[in-house]
Nanobody, 126 residues
Framework: QVQLVESGGGLVQPGGSLRLSCAAS????????LGWFRQAPGKEREFVAA???????????DYAAAVQDRFTVSRDNVKNTLDLQMRSLRPEDTAVYFC????????????????WGQGTQVTVSA
């Protein structure tokens, strides 16, 4: 059974940076799609970024328009980790951020993901 544990959330001022990490255990996730989603109070969970396996050692990263050019997703298949580097943070980025893993080659569709972490809170406020 795959388990995902997020870390790195916290309070940051607008314009600041934060790095989230997700540690995976219970399986080899080399060919899985690993993604980040977020959910703000009163809103539905939304896609943030994902990195999916294409072939051999080739991966594809995809981002939601709202975070394009501000967030960077990366993975380390040796350490079995997924990171999200967030820059130029805005108050609207405030949400609980979830790490997820999918057997399918997918990106934004949350229903395609098989495993989810518990989430980590990110608050962007002055």
């Amino acid at each position: 059974q795959v388990q995902l544990v997020e870390s790195g959330g916290g309070l940051v001022q607008p314009g600041g940076s934060l790095r989230l990490s997700c540690a995976a255990s219970g399986g080899t996730l080399t060919t899985y799609t690993l993604g980040w989603f977020r959910q703000a109070p009163g809103k539905e969970r939304e896609f943030v970024a994902a990195i999916s396996w294409i072939a051999d050692t080739t991966y594809y990263a995809d981002y939601a328009a709202a975070v394009q050019d501000r967030f960077t997703v990366s993975r380390d298949n040796v350490k079995n980790t997924l990171d999200l580097q967030m820059r130029s943070l805005r108050p609207e980025d405030t949400a609980v951020y979830f790490c997820a893993a999918a057997r399918l080659r997918t990106t934004a569709r949350s229903s395609d993901y098989d495993y989810w972490g518990q989430g980590t809170q990110v608050t962007v406020s002055a």
